[in-house]
């Protein structure tokens, strides 16, 4: 291959050298455009030809349904790795030894407590806010009691500013959800796991003791690494574009979760459920909605199938579908909602739009499933999508600062009015 892409305007040659990833993906180096030309840019709204940075987390391969964080295949990850296993080695790079990572847990759990003054932001919530909406303030209001700056060239300070989200996010995770449905707040138990602390803290009654159950254990330490990380995808590169103007990690990521938010993102996972749940009161009748989805006037979309960069399959769906049907038999879970995903699924896998358009499953199509099997409920699934991608937003954030990535700018082609002088306002 040659290593120089040539662009003519007006009749004028430029150069422009090419760029070769690890896994042989091909870029053309446009840094040099405007100066050389004089102005010109490219336009790509949605960034669906245009790399952001460079990256060593993950590879994902859309095409052949490949999905690796820092070189290990995410099947063999969720099948052998546990969620801080992964955390550790999305954020250093490799994966830990077993004193590392026993290490990395200590250290975690040390910080595994909040200010008691944030209980008073989460009081002054109602009851009715999107979980969302107040993990994202909450999570921009740690900056305000934990004000230090990081200093990105200390290695030290890098690792407690990464230590210490991780030990205060589970809890404003767990937070959202008891607060929503009036449970006494609680801080869980430093003798667990990380994951059996979550699922503690998320359902521990005041009145009795909370037995772990290993189903959901493993199920939800799966759904969590299925979600750790996904490059430069929109919630991404928020963190990365909010830290490249120097914010600190904490707000870097409290902007992820808005923009994971959105029924487009993370929100799809909430989306499916409303979805069907829709259906289901409309008498269950899954061949209508896939009329809807193909109709191009109606607004209305099939949520959970589509991804604009899996055009094959979703590998992640793939594994997370073995774990919902584990999941759902073995809590001997009986759902109408899950007959009519069942059946959406079989009808979309047959259909020549879906299929021609190639809109599979994606991952969130069966995460929304299992939560609901384990008793999550729906409005607090996109906050459990965050707290997987948490380790992701962190290495992205982190590989973003040590690189010293510049500030995040993006040009624009003007398209408004041009020059006109002032019109009185007696004159409009
Ligand atoms: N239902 C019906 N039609 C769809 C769907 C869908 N879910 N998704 C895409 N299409 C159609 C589009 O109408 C378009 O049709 P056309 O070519 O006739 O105009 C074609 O498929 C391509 O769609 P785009 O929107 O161009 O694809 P893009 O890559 O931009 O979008 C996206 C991907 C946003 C995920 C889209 O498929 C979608 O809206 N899906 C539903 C929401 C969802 O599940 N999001 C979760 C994504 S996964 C994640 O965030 C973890």
């Known amino acids: 291959m040659s290593d120089k892409a040539t ?6 040659k430029y150069e422009f050298p090419i760029v070769v990833g690890s896994e042989n993906e091909v870029a053309i180096d446009i840094k040099a455009l405007r100066g050389s030309t004089g102005g010109v840019i490219t336009i790509d709204p949605g960034y669906k030809n245009t790399g952001s940075c460079e990256s060593a987390i993950t590879f994902l391969d859309g095409e052949k349904g490949i999905l690796r964080y820092r070189g290990y295949s995410i099947e063999e990850l969720a ?27 200590t250290d975690i759990k040390k910080h595994a407590v909040v200010d008691d003054d944030i209980k008073k932001i989460l009081d002054a919530f109602p009851k009715s806010a999107h979980p969302m909406g107040v993990l994202a303030s909450l999570t921009s209001a740690l900056t305000a009691f934990n004000p230090t700056s990081v200093n990105v060239d200390s290695d030290e300070e890098m690792y407690n500013a990464i230590v210490r989200i991780l030990g205060k996010f589970p809890i404003l995770v767990a937070w959202t959800m008891r607060k929503k449905h009036g449970m006494p707040l609680d801080y869980g138990s430093t003798s667990l796991g990380y994951v059996e602390n979550i699922l503690h803290m998320m359902f521990k009654r005041p009145d009795e003791e909370y ?11 799966k759904l969590l690494i299925l979600h750790a990380d996904h490059e430069q995808n929109c919630s991404t590169s928020t963190v990365r574009i909010t830290g490249s103007s120097h914010a600190g990690l904490f707000v870097s990521l409290s902007a992820g979760i808005s923009a994971l938010w959105g029924p487009l993102h993370g929100g799809a996972n909430q989306a499916v459920l409303e979805m069907l749940e829709a259906i289901k009161e ?30 094959n399959f979703d590998p992640r769906a793939k594994i997370i579908k073995v774990a ?19 059946g959406l699924e079989k009808e979309a896998l047959e259909d020549p739009y879906f299929v021609d358009r ?32 948490l380790p992701g937003w962190i290495s992205q954030w982190k590989e973003m600062r040590t690189r010293k990535e510049p500030i995040g700018r ?10 006109r002088p002032f019109k009185d306002i007696t004159n409009r």
Do not use: C, W
């Open 282 to 311: 409309d008498g269950g009748d899954t061949k209508k909605y896939m009329s809807k989805a193909k109709d191009k006037e109606d607004p209305f979309r099939l949520m959970g199938f589509g991804h604009r960069v899996y055009k």
């Open 7 to 12: 662009l003519e305007i007006n009749g004028e």
């Open 324 to 342: 919902a049907d584990d999941v759902l038999s073995d809590l001997g879970v009986q759902d109408p909602i899950l007959d009519i995903a069942k």
């Open 211 to 221: 037995t772990q159950n290993p189903i959901l254990v493993n199920a939800l330490d």
């Open 410 to 419: 993006p040009r624009q082609l003007y398209t408004g009015e041009t020059y």
């Open 358 to 389: 190639k809109l599979y499953p994606n991952v969130d199509f069966y995460s929304g499933i299992i939560y609901r099997g384990m008793g999550i409920p729906t409005e607090m699934f996109t906050v459990m999508f965050a707290l997987g991608r």
């Open 79 to 105: 099948e052998k790795a546990d969620f801080l296993e992964v955390a550790y080695l999305l954020i250093f790079g490799e994966l830990p030894t077993q004193e590392e990572l026993d290490q990395f847990h």
